[in-house]
């Protein structure tokens, strides 16, 4: 099964990225635009600004000073967008014949964005992304867990330590010259990467762009962190409390940075593990010994560094060790005993089912827009779309066991468990009345013996045979009452 995405690629003399691909199946033109720009290059105390970016670019700009939406949705067009740790990107699906409508608004809010920033906008998106974050992790059912784990697993200075939607706090504290400074920095055309395909000529396609891009000011050129482990030591244990019915086990472990070798076979392994019925962990936790209601496993490569999530949930009121352990042993299986070639077969099909489900769209998220611009901005080859599926087919099983040794001690184990249902006894019935000291205690001391040595020390032992030790004390009749006066 092969597959090839033909495209074209230009750059801007301000260096935009600009990447067309035709697909005339349907009249509908997929606007991708990615800015290489995500939590990571955030700092400790500043946190949530590539998020809440994400927000404000669509409250207006300069030369369309009032609802970005609104003009979109007249002709009938999705949009949307994300960040991550390490990208920011937005994209709109529209009828072909409006194509040149969203370049313009996607064009002003680039160069014109902070001439109509202003406190009250900004105000309003730091509340709705600070609503979303109560909505999305604080008041959501196993929604604490993820917050907990990624500062666990990137532990600081770690630019992964914190989550990509920010602290409250440093929400709260955030200013409106900081977000701008922000913008500034990392919100141009030289940080950009825009993805056009569907029906479209490309040859027009350049030219709008360089007519709504070309005199965008370029910024300063942005340094690159390009790899960046964890220095996570030892099984960091958590475990939590919350408002669910049944008790649910995390296992994650940092590994190894995305379009690599090894973050390939770990995403075979995530399906072999824990990818369907037939998977090793499903069958033998939920199938056969039913201890687990559920399990999946998954890889997340990132741009400096990845990582491997397990995550199963247990029965009420049963210890989750069990299930950890279960885990554990698997895990160590895979690396003494190589994965079958059936689970190969299985599992590197089903990996590439998928990105062929995902060529079948044009725009959205995933759709042939987004993955070229995923490569351009992550591989620096929009062309990889058509070759990355080879890294997983060269893949063997023992690379597999291999890349089952990074699963190591190195780990966060986080256990979340239904709050305890705690009550209060019946009230006393007078708090006001002081309790009266009860009858006279009878106790009777142990018995000293006494010796005394002929240089006239004294020995006073007491035996106490509770405890397997000896406690030793000298007292000399001497103080600081007898220092000489001139010595004191």
Not at 165 to 188: P, T, W
Not at 327 to 336: A, R
Not at 355 to 376: P, S, T
Not at 468 to 478: K, Q
Request: hydrophobic content about 35%; charged content about 25%.
């Amino acid at each position: 099964m092969t597959t090839s995405i033909s495209f074209e690629k230009k750059i801007l003399p301000n260096g935009l990225h600009v990447i067309t691909h035709v697909d005339k199946s349907i009249p509908v033109a997929a606007v991708n635009l990615w800015y290489h720009v995500g939590s990571k290059n955030e700092e400790p105390g500043k946190t949530g600004f590539a998020h809440l970016f994400e927000h404000i670019m669509f409250e207006g700009s300069k030369n369309h000073n009032k609802d970005y939406f609104e003009p979109l949705q007249k002709v009938g067009a999705n949009i949307n967008g994300s960040t991550s740790n390490d990208a920011t990107n937005y994209w709109e699906d529209i009828p072909s014949n409006s194509l040149e409508l969203a370049l313009w608004l996607e064009s002003d809010r680039m160069g014109f964005l902070l001439d109509a920033l202003d406190q009250n906008r900004f105000d309003l998106q730091r509340e709705v992304v600070k609503n979303e974050r109560r909505q999305s992790y604080e008041n959501r059912p196993y929604g604490m867990a993820y917050l907990l784990l990624q500062e666990a697993l990137f532990p600081s200075p770690h630019p992964y330590n914190w989550p990509v939607i920010g602290s409250q706090k440093d929400l709260n504290d955030a200013n409106l010259e900081d977000v701008k400074e922000f913008f500034k920095r990392y919100y141009h055309p030289n940080n950009a990467s825009l993805s056009i395909a569907g029906d479209i000529n490309p040859e027009e396609v350049f030219k709008l762009t360089e007519k709504y891009f070309g005199d965008l000011q370029p910024g300063e050129p942005v340094d690159r962190l390009l790899s960046s482990s964890s220095n996570l030591n030892g099984d960091t244990k958590i475990e939590i409390e919350d408002s669910v019915q049944l008790p649910r086990l995390y296992l994650a472990w940092p590994t190894v940075p995305d379009l690599t070798e090894s973050q390939a076979a770990l995403d075979i392994l995530s399906i072999i593990l824990a990818g369907g019925r037939s998977s090793r962990l499903e069958k033998k936790l939920v199938i056969d010994s039913q201890i687990a209601y559920d399990i999946n496993a998954y890889h997340h490569g990132q741009e400096i560094c990845g990582e491997f999530h397990i995550i199963a949930t247990g029965k009420p009121n049963d210890s989750l060790d069990k299930i950890k352990q279960e885990i554990l042993n698997e895990i160590t299986n895979i690396i003494s005993s190589p994965p079958s070639q059936h689970e190969m077969e299985r599992s590197i099909n089903n990996i590439e089912a998928m990105h062929i489900r995902q060529l079948e769209k044009v725009g959205g998220f995933g759709g042939k827009a987004d993955q070229l611009n995923y490569y351009n901005v992550m591989k620096g080859d929009p062309g990889f779309i058509n070759l990355d599926i080879e890294r997983y087919k060269k893949i063997t099983p023992d690379q597999i066991s291999n890349a089952a040794k990074l699963l190591n001690e190195n780990r966060v184990s986080l256990s979340v468990l239904p709050k305890q249902n705690l009550t209060i006894s019946s009230p006393i019935s007078d708090r006001t009345k002081m309790p009266v000291t009860q009858k006279r205690m009878e106790f009777a001391p142990p018995s000293p013996q006494r010796i005394k040595l002929n240089n006239n020390v004294d020995i006073v032992l007491i035996e106490k045979p509770d405890l397997p030790l000896v406690s030793i004390g000298l007292l000399t009749n001497l103080g600081a009452s007898s220092d000489p006066i001139k010595n004191p």
